[in-house]
């Protein structure tokens, strides 16, 4: 017994930190915002979507309040892979959801490889797509989106309209493949 302690006390106990260590240097890392997929195969929204917000400021989750856009959405791959998306909200009635004034635009948003992307909203609602108020309001709105499949984008909106900060609204982009006003779905506020 003696000559097995004297023997691991010459050689010593293996260092295991050092040999991960080695390994990470020979492999590198992955950090937590990397996915498992290339960007090309981020889903294809191309197209028409009944976008809705449910305004944070307004208590509940009611329909009547959503502020309804019909959304087109590009997305455009480039050369190096990666992949950008552009956006047009054009703000609908509230009466009837025909297109009322001009739409809200936003290009090259760089989407992510897990279909995340960010993008700046700004110009005016028209009276007759405000539900709250039912007057012409400025409007400079974030939205923070996940494209979580080919028919469905959605997240958070921050900003403000009116003045009235946005934080804490939500909005849920839906496919469509009829954009006639009567045949549109029910809206919907938020992810589901």
């Known amino acids: 017994m003696g000559g097995f ?11 295991a930190s050092g040999k991960f260590g080695e390994f990470d240097d020979r492999v590198g890392t992955v950090d937590a915002s990397t996915a498992d997929r290339p960007p090309s195969m981020v889903y294809d929204i191309n197209g028409p979507s ?25 997305l455009r791959e480039q050369p190096d892979g990666t992949v950008m998306v552009d956006g047009s909200l054009q703000p609908l009635s509230v009466t009837d959801r025909t297109p009322v ?6 290009s090259g948003m ?12 700004g110009g005016q609602i028209p009276g007759e797509a ?5 007057t012409r309001q400025p409007i400079n709105s974030i939205i923070n989106a996940q ?9 958070t909106v921050n900003g403000t309209v009116a003045g009235i900060d946005l ?6 982009a839906l496919r469509v493949t009829d954009t006639t006003p009567a045949n549109l779905p029910v809206p919907q506020g938020n992810c589901p």
């Open 5 to 15: 302690l004297a023997l691991a006390a010459v050689t010593g106990c293996v260092d």
């Open 50 to 74: 009944l976008a809705a917000v449910d305004p944070a400021f307004i208590p509940g989750s009611d329909p009547s309040t959503f502020v309804q856009f019909l959304a087109t959405w590009t």
């Open 101 to 106: 004034g001009d739409a809200l635009v936003a």
């Open 110 to 121: 760089p989407v992510n490889t897990d279909g995340t992307f960010t993008g700046t909203f």
């Open 130 to 134: 405000n539900p709250v108020s039912g």
């Open 147 to 155: 494209i979580r499949s080919q028919d469905l984008v959605c997240g």
């Open 167 to 172: 934080a804490g609204s939500t909005f849920a």
